[in-house]
């Protein structure tokens, strides 16, 4: 079956989409920006009998900041969307650090955050700033909607808890209390649209110099985009100094599973970790005293 051996149908509707998606759920996958997808099924890593496009369902477009300063991001909103939206860059500026670093801005034209999600690879670019966020997904399925937190979305390579007929309809960010700051930091190779070797984020809450709470997520250096427990927990009620710093980078490393491959070796993330996370929460802390 070659690439173009399947058919390619639009519905209107969320609910409709489900219920395409049910009828064929082992030969049926959702294509919203088709960044990755196309890529598989041009490689032969995917065989397909049914593409379901999002693009026309209008609900699922757009990004929302409530009365109350909550984020939503539609399920086909483009990264460049974000990226370029005054007001996640005001008020969530390391989404928008994430958005940005994104590959180039052709695909960030096309691809969209909850595919990047979706796709579930250890290096998405979206997910550790997203899980130091503490987002949650609106997931929509043939018997209705419900909410999974989005640590709880991977679960392997390319692996979700996502059932076939299921579709992200919105990603949920609570509104930052006050004093929080964030940023999202990677390293990629010489290429400029290269994936990461190693990334982090950060949230910290900060009350003047002692952060009073802070979560760390690390991408690409374990199988699935995870955040660093330990790391985070050292870090509350303490003043963020270099040996403080220094401690939390230890942890970061301590909580990966990176391995060797042609981007980098297992001991270069260990110590490329330690660093970003030094670097993340100097930013993000400094973001933190401006709110």
């Keep these: 079956?070659?690439?173009?051996?399947?058919?390619?149908?639009?519905?209107?509707?969320?609910?409709?989409?489900?219920?395409?998606?049910?009828?064929?759920?082992?030969?049926?996958?959702?294509?919203?920006?088709?960044?990755?997808?196309?890529?598989?099924?041009?490689?032969?890593?995917?065989?397909?009998r049914r593409l379901v496009s999002l693009g026309r369902i209008e609900e699922l477009k757009g990004i929302e900041i409530s009365a109350g300063g909550g984020l939503k991001i539609g399920a086909m909103t483009t990264v460049n969307q974000v990226a370029r939206?005054?007001?996640?860059?005001?008020?969530?500026?390391?989404?928008?650090?994430?958005?940005?670093?994104?590959?180039?801005?052709?695909?960030?034209?096309?691809?969209?955050?909850?595919?990047?999600?979706?796709?579930?690879?250890?290096?998405?670019?979206?997910?550790?700033?997203?899980?130091?966020?503490n987002a949650t997904l609106q997931v929509a399925s043939p018997t209705g909607l419900r909410s999974i937190p989005l640590c709880r979305l991977f679960v392997g390579p390319r692996k979700t808890i996502l059932e076939p007929a299921d579709i992200v309809v919105a990603i949920e960010v609570q509104a930052p209390a006050s004093g929080t700051g964030a940023a999202s930091m990677r390293q990629g190779g010489r290429v400029s649209l290269s994936l990461p070797m190693?990334?982090?984020?950060?949230?910290?809450?900060?009350?003047?110099?002692?952060?009073?709470?802070?979560?760390?997520?690390?991408?690409?250096?374990?199988?699935?985009?995870?955040?660093?427990?330990?790391?985070?927990?050292?870090?509350?009620?303490?003043?963020?100094?270099?040996?403080?710093?220094?401690?939390?980078?230890?942890?970061?490393?301590?909580?990966?599973?990176?391995?060797?491959?042609?981007?980098?070796?297992?001991?270069?993330?260990?110590?490329?970790?330690k660093v970003l996370t030094r670097r993340v929460l100097r930013v993000a802390a400094e973001r933190a005293q401006g709110n």
């Design 1 to 48: 079956m070659s690439m173009r051996e399947f058919d390619f149908v639009e519905p209107d509707s969320v609910s409709e989409a489900c219920s395409l998606l049910s009828e064929d759920p082992g030969g049926s996958a959702v294509f919203a920006g088709g960044t990755d997808i196309l890529v598989d099924l041009k490689a032969g890593a995917r065989r397909l």
């Design 85 to 133: 939206h005054e007001g996640v860059t005001e008020r969530f500026p390391g989404i928008n650090d994430a958005a940005m670093s994104l590959a180039a801005e052709q695909v960030r034209n096309q691809a969209t955050v909850a595919g990047n999600l979706c796709m579930a690879v250890p290096s998405a670019d979206m997910a550790p700033i997203l899980l130091a966020h």
């Design 198 to 273: 190693a990334s982090v984020a950060a949230v910290v809450v900060m009350d003047e110099k002692v952060c009073r709470d802070a979560t760390l997520a690390l991408g690409a250096v374990a199988p699935t985009p995870v955040v660093a427990m330990e790391a985070s927990d050292v870090l509350a009620g303490q003043e963020l100094t270099e040996e403080i710093l220094a401690e939390a980078g230890e942890r970061a490393a301590s909580a990966a599973m990176p391995i060797d491959d042609i981007r980098a070796t297992k001991e270069y993330r260990l110590e490329l970790l």
